[in-house]
């Protein structure tokens, strides 16, 4: 049974930064692109960031570029998202997910985590 679990969430200043990481467990992790999502209240789901299965490449929305960075480790099974200079924009459930390639559109992400919340505070 696949299993992604979320951590990192809470709630922060403007400006600051926060580290999320999602742990995979019940498949081969290596063996699957691993993606970050958010969903604001009343707002749909969106792409935040994705990394390939090796960690060569990564994917960013433009929202985030230069401020998230994606990251995996193989050995731990576990992806991160750095956050850095955070904005009350950013306040969201994040979820972590897996499927085989990295594509933008959630609905085509295989599994999914139960999510971490961020608030960034003013």
């Known amino acids: 049974q696949v299993q992604l679990v979320e951590s990192g969430g809470g709630l922060v200043q403007v400006g600051g930064s926060l580290r999320l990481s999602c742990a995979a467990s019940?498949?081969?992790?290596?063996?699957?692109?691993m993606g970050w999502f958010r969903q604001a209240a009343g707002k749909e789901r969106e792409f935040v960031a994705a990394?390939?299965?090796?960690?060569?490449?990564?994917y960013y929305a433009e929202s985030v570029k230069g401020r998230f960075t994606i990251s995996r480790d193989n050995a731990k099974n576990t992806v991160y998202l750095q956050m850095i200079s955070l904005t009350p924009e950013d306040t969201a459930v994040y979820y972590c997910?897996?499927?085989?390639?990295?594509?933008?559109?959630?609905?085509?992400?295989?599994?999914w985590g139960q999510g971490t919340q961020v608030t960034v505070s003013s």
């Open positions: 997910a897996a499927r085989s390639l990295v594509v933008t559109p959630p609905y085509l992400w295989r599994y």
């Open positions: 990394i390939s299965r090796s960690g060569d490449s990564a």
């Open positions: 019940g498949l081969t992790f290596s063996s699957y692109a």
